[in-house]
């Protein structure tokens, strides 16, 4: 999630396709055609099932003024990549030849692209019931709570924005990573359109729909780029296809494949173990060096109230990968803590910066941060991480300080997930919508909604201040 802007993980441009132009991924330039982005439902262990979606909530753009729409080019044509596919019942390949046109929809958050867009990125964020969360009967405050937290978070996010080049890398790092995974899906005999989908920012995830229909997919593959899921990124952008399932007779019956989460998989593990073990060589002494993994938090009620499982994946994740690292012979002693909080709520704990400073009171003298929630480079690594952490741990007493980049077009990451759209498509079926259970979905939450509507309410009483006001009254002539 774009923090500064966000604080949140509660996770750019319209559906998003790439023409037929060069692009660079992964150190090459390449000349391939694309398109979108959206997503569908995996078990704890890596395996795809059949989702089914709650009939609640609201994915209408918060914000898509004429003039944001008008200043990128959102127009691009898309390439048919049309696939003869055999599917056996039992093993995935089959006895009928069908003609198929393949898609994957990659999901992210989206990032403002320059300083201008801060404010109204912002705005679409807070005005997602799956980052605010208010009870029914409070709803309709949704889009000016959401007015007036943007108003009030947008200067300091922009002063993080500024420091590293004006704007989010997101959308570039995600196109390069769309335009790699086209490749080695190719290699794999799978030719496919692949879409872009931003929750908050351009390319919108509706409008990368929007052009899967245009262009007649016949079977989506729906692959978030979050390693764990979480109701706040994974979660919200299902919200979002859950809708357009309901009124859309083409997409109702696309048979359509979630890959929720996926830090579980040989070639994720492998490959964030390859990078943490190339950082520790760096060091000195790279036995000494404490491996500190620091995930993006969530509220604690999200976990305990709305069973969240992000915590446990993220638990999970981290033991996978020690795992990995111990069977090299790599013993270093790691951590896990929580970044990115905001407000007056308790978040998952132990938070990033506190555990800085008692390690440093500790005596750890080297130490290497891995941002384990993230794949691409953005404001939480390269400014949070990279700036706001670094400056923090070496004021604590540590000396020796190194951080493992992001994922990004390593090879065998996006070899991986060219892996799991493969295994994924077999278990492509058109997704089941049900009315949402009024039990379920207001009694059993109550208890959870209220306080967070209560934390909210005391967030934004602690906020206000004449110089919020004035913000907000100038903004509102």
């Not at 990573?177 to 995830?205: C, D, S």
């Not at 262009?215 to 764990?228: A, E, M, N, S, W």
């Not at 090299?328 to 905001?342: E, F, K």
């Amino acid at each position: 999630m774009e923090r500064g802007v966000l604080g949140s993980r509660c996770a750019a441009g319209a559906g998003h396709i790439l023409g037929k132009k060069s692009a660079t991924s992964c150190g090459k330039t390449t000349s391939t055609s694309f398109a979108g982005s959206t997503k569908h439902e995996q078990n704890l262990h890596g395996n795809v099932k059949p989702l089914q979606l709650a009939a609640n909530g609201s994915s209408c753009l918060a914000n898509t003024s004429p003039v944001l729409k008008k200043q990128r080019n959102l127009s691009a044509r898309s390439s048919s990549a049309e696939v003869v596919t055999t599917f056996d019942d039992a093993k995935g390949v089959s006895s009928s030849v069908v003609e198929e046109k393949i898609g994957v929809l990659l999901l992210n958050l989206g990032g403002p692209e320059t300083l201008d867009d801060v404010q109204p990125f912002l705005f679409n964020l807070f005005a997602d019931p799956d980052i605010i969360r208010l009870p029914r009967l409070f709803r309709f405050l949704q889009r000016p709570l959401a007015k007036l937290i943007s108003t009030f978070r947008a200067p300091k996010s922009k002063e993080g924005y500024a420091s590293i080049g004006g704007g989010s890398p997101l959308r570039k790092i995600t196109d390069e990573q769309a335009n790699a995974l086209k490749i080695a899906l190719e290699k794999k005999n799978l030719h496919a359109n692949i879409y872009v989908g931003m929750r908050y920012w351009y390319p919108f995830t509706e409008e990368a729909i929007d052009q899967i229909k245009n262009d007649k997919i016949t079977k989506l593959v729906v692959l978030p780029l979050y390693p764990q899921y979480s109701i706040s990124t994974s979660g919200s952008s299902i919200r979002v296809l859950q809708n357009i399932v309901k009124e859309d007779s083409y997409f109702a019956g696309l048979p359509i494949s979630i890959i929720e989460s996926w830090y579980q998989r040989d070639g994720y593990v492998k490959s964030m173990a390859d990078l943490i073990e190339k950082e520790l060589s760096a060091f000195s002494n790279p036995e000494e060096a404490m491996i500190f993994f620091s995930a993006h938090g969530v509220p604690l009620t999200y976990v305990e109230d709305a069973g969240d499982p992000y915590r446990d994946q993220m638990e999970d994740c981290i033991t996978l990968i020690m795992g990995e690292l111990r069977s090299r012979g790599i013993l270093n002693s790691h951590t896990l803590a929580y970044q990115s909080r905001v407000g007056p709520v308790q978040w998952l704990k132990p938070y990033t910066d506190e555990v800085l400073v008692e390690l440093g009171q500790k005596g750890v003298k080297s130490l290497l941060a891995v941002p384990v929630s993230f794949v691409s480079e953005h404001i939480e690594t390269l400014e949070e991480i990279d700036m706001e952490y670094k400056e923090l741990a070496l004021e604590s007493g540590i000396e020796n300080w190194g951080r493992v980049p992001a994922l990004g077009c390593t090879s065998t990451f996006i070899s991986d997930l060219a892996d799991a759209v493969v295994e994924a498509l077999p278990e492509a079926s058109a997704l089941v919508t049900r009315k949402p259970d009024d039990t379920d979905s207001d009694l059993d939450l109550m208890h959870y909604l209220s306080k967070m509507f209560l934390g909210s309410i005391l967030a934004f009483i602690l906020l206000l201040s004449p110089r919020l006001i004035s913000a907000f009254r100038n903004t509102m002539l």
